[in-house]
C-alpha cells in the first residue's frame, strides 16, 4: 500500500470500555490502513461531528462483513486478517460496554462474504471465498443468543463471492451478482427465505455485475447500481421488485462508477457516492429518486474515493469516511457529511488513521 501521512489532528477522548455508546453513533472498524490491515476502530458522533478512538477489534480485518443486531450489538465476520490469513473468527461490538466481544466461529473461513439482520436475534452470513480464493455457496445463521454460527442445509442456487445483500423483510433477503468460482460477473439473483431456511432463483438482472452497490427502498424494492461487468465500470442501475420478483432498468447514473457507495435515504432517495470510473477515481455524487426513478447529480465530495465506508445518519444525512483516492490503494482518514436538504457535503473531523475498505454500521 502507499504510505499516507496523516495530518495532525486533536483528537477528543478516548471512548472508554464500560461507559455506555450513545444509540445515534457510528462504528467504523478496519480496513486497509496505510501500510497494512488494522484492528483499529472509530466511533462518529454525530452531534460533535468528530470521531473517537473506540477499542481495537480483536483481530486485523479486512474484505469481513458487518450487520447491527437489536439496536445494541454489531456483528464483524470473517474477512482476512493482517497475514493474509482468511478467517473463521467473528466478534461483536457491545454498545453498552464499548467492547468487542469474540463469539463462536463460522463454519467456513470466508472473505467477502454477506451479511444481513433477519430479526433482533439472527444474521444471515452467506458466499464469499474460502482461503484457496474459491467462491463459495454455503450460508450459515448467527444466532445473538447463543452467539455462535449454524450452517443452513440449503446452498445458494450459485458460488458467489463480491455479491451484494439486502433485506426486504424479516423473512426475505435479496442475494444480487458478485463474481462466480472463475471470477466472472453473475447477472443472476436469488432469495433466501428465513421461514424455510432455503434459497430461491429470481429473475436475472439486465446487467452481470461485480463491484455494485445495493440500497433498499420501501421495503419492497432493492436499488442495484454500477459496478464492473468485467469489460469496464457500468452507469446502467436497476430495481428489483418484491412484488413481481423481476429487475426493472431505471436512467443510468450521469457517470460509470464501480466500488462506490449506495445510501438509502428516508425510504425515497438514494445518495450515490465517489467509487472509479472511466477518468478515475471520482468525487461526484448523484441522487436516486424513486418518485421518477432518475439519478441528478448533487454537490461533489471534498475529494475523490473509492471503498469509502458510508453509513445512515438523523437528519436525513449520510456520513462518508475514509476510501482511497486512488486506485488499487491511497487510503486517507478525511471524512464528510451529505446532507439530504442542502444537496451537499461538509468536511467533519477525522478518522484515528487513513484505511480503505472499511465498513460502517449504526446501532439499528
Do not use: C
Given at each position: 500500500l502507499v504510505a499516507f501521512l496523516l495530518a495532525a489532528t486533536i483528537w477528543p477522548a478516548i471512548a472508554r470500555a464500560g461507559a455506555a455508546v450513545p444509540a445515534d453513533n457510528i462504528l467504523v472498524t478496519g480496513g486497509f490502513g496505510a501500510d497494512t490491515i488494522v484492528a483499529s476502530a472509530n466511533l462518529f458522533d454525530p452531534q460533535t461531528m468528530r470521531f473517537a478512538v473506540a477499542p481495537?477489534?480483536?483481530?486485523?480485518?479486512?474484505?469481513?462483513?458487518?450487520?447491527?443486531?437489536?439496536?445494541?450489538?454489531?456483528?464483524i465476520a470473517g474477512g482476512f486478517d493482517a497475514t493474509r490469513?482468511?478467517?473463521?473468527?467473528?466478534?461483536?461490538?457491545?454498545?453498552?460496554?464499548?467492547?468487542?466481544?469474540a463469539v463462536g466461529k463460522m463454519n467456513a473461513v470466508r472473505?467477502?462474504?454477506?451479511?444481513?439482520?433477519?430479526n433482533r436475534r439472527q444474521v444471515l452470513i452467506a458466499g464469499g471465498a474460502d482461503g484457496n480464493s474459491v467462491a463459495l455457496d454455503s450460508a450459515e445463521i448467527f444466532d445473538l443468543q447463543s452467539r455462535t454460527f449454524t450452517a443452513l442445509a440449503g446452498t445458494m442456487k450459485e458460488k458467489r463471492v463480491f455479491h451484494q445483500a439486502a433485506r426486504l423483510s424479516n423473512r426475505l433477503v435479496l442475494i444480487v451478482g458478485g463474481d462466480d468460482q472463475n471470477l466472472n460477473p453473475l447477472g443472476d439473483a436469488e432469495l433466501f427465505d428465513a421461514r424455510t431456511g432455503t434459497f430461491s432463483a429470481v429473475g436475472d438482472?439486465?446487467?452481470?455485475?461485480?463491484?455494485?452497490a445495493v440500497a433498499v427502498l420501501a421495503k419492497r424494492f432493492v436499488l442495484v447500481t454500477g459496478g464492473n461487468n468485467?469489460?469496464?465500470?457500468?452507469?446502467?442501475a436497476e430495481l428489483f421488485d418484491l412484488k413481481t420478483r423481476t429487475f426493472v432498468k431505471v436512467g443510468d447514473m450521469s457517470e460509470a462508477?464501480?466500488?462506490?457507495?449506495?445510501?438509502a435515504i428516508n425510504n425515497r432517495f438514494v445518495l450515490v457516492a465517489g467509487g472509479v470510473g472511466v477518468s478515475g477515481v471520482l468525487d461526484?455524487?448523484?441522487?436516486?429518486?424513486?418518485?421518477?426513478?432518475?439519478?441528478?447529480?448533487?454537490?461533489?465530495?471534498?475529494?475523490?474515493?473509492?471503498?469509502?465506508?458510508a453509513a445512515l445518519l438523523t437528519g436525513s444525512r449520510v456520513l462518508i469516511a475514509g476510501g482511497s483516492t486512488a486506485f488499487p490503494a491511497a487510503p486517507v482518514a478525511?471524512?464528510?457529511?451529505?446532507?439530504?436538504?442542502?444537496?451537499?457535503f461538509t468536511p467533519v473531523g477525522s478518522l484515528s488513521e487513513a484505511r480503505l475498505d472499511a465498513l460502517a454500521s449504526g446501532f439499528h
Amino acid at each position: 500500500l502507499v504510505a499516507f501521512l496523516l495530518a495532525a489532528t486533536i483528537w477528543p477522548a478516548i471512548a472508554r470500555a464500560g461507559a455506555a455508546v450513545p444509540a445515534d453513533n457510528i462504528l467504523v472498524t478496519g480496513g486497509f490502513g496505510a501500510d497494512t490491515i488494522v484492528a483499529s476502530a472509530n466511533l462518529f458522533d454525530p452531534q460533535t461531528m468528530r470521531f473517537a478512538v473506540a477499542p481495537d477489534m480483536t483481530t486485523s480485518r479486512v474484505s469481513y462483513a458487518m450487520a447491527p443486531i437489536a439496536g445494541r450489538f454489531i456483528l464483524i465476520a470473517g474477512g482476512f486478517d493482517a497475514t493474509r490469513t482468511v478467517l473463521d473468527s467473528a466478534e461483536i461490538f457491545d454498545r453498552k460496554s464499548a467492547m468487542f466481544i469474540a463469539v463462536g466461529k463460522m463454519n467456513a473461513v470466508r472473505q467477502a462474504p454477506s451479511a444481513t439482520t433477519l430479526n433482533r436475534r439472527q444474521v444471515l452470513i452467506a458466499g464469499g471465498a474460502d482461503g484457496n480464493s474459491v467462491a463459495l455457496d454455503s450460508a450459515e445463521i448467527f444466532d445473538l443468543q447463543s452467539r455462535t454460527f449454524t450452517a443452513l442445509a440449503g446452498t445458494m442456487k450459485e458460488k458467489r463471492v463480491f455479491h451484494q445483500a439486502a433485506r426486504l423483510s424479516n423473512r426475505l433477503v435479496l442475494i444480487v451478482g458478485g463474481d462466480d468460482q472463475n471470477l466472472n460477473p453473475l447477472g443472476d439473483a436469488e432469495l433466501f427465505d428465513a421461514r424455510t431456511g432455503t434459497f430461491s432463483a429470481v429473475g436475472d438482472m439486465h446487467d452481470a455485475r461485480d463491484s455494485h452497490a445495493v440500497a433498499v427502498l420501501a421495503k419492497r424494492f432493492v436499488l442495484v447500481t454500477g459496478g464492473n461487468n468485467g469489460s469496464g465500470a457500468l452507469a446502467s442501475a436497476e430495481l428489483f421488485d418484491l412484488k413481481t420478483r423481476t429487475f426493472v432498468k431505471v436512467g443510468d447514473m450521469s457517470e460509470a462508477r464501480a466500488l462506490h457507495t449506495a445510501t438509502a435515504i428516508n425510504n425515497r432517495f438514494v445518495l450515490v457516492a465517489g467509487g472509479v470510473g472511466v477518468s478515475g477515481v471520482l468525487d461526484s455524487a448523484e441522487l436516486f429518486d424513486l418518485k421518477t426513478r432518475q439519478f441528478t447529480p448533487v454537490g461533489k465530495m471534498s475529494q475523490v474515493r473509492l471503498l469509502q465506508a458510508a453509513a445512515l445518519l438523523t437528519g436525513s444525512r449520510v456520513l462518508i469516511a475514509g476510501g482511497s483516492t486512488a486506485f488499487p490503494a491511497a487510503p486517507v482518514a478525511t471524512a464528510e457529511v451529505f446532507s439530504l436538504k442542502t444537496k451537499s457535503f461538509t468536511p467533519v473531523g477525522s478518522l484515528s488513521e487513513a484505511r480503505l475498505d472499511a465498513l460502517a454500521s449504526g446501532f439499528h
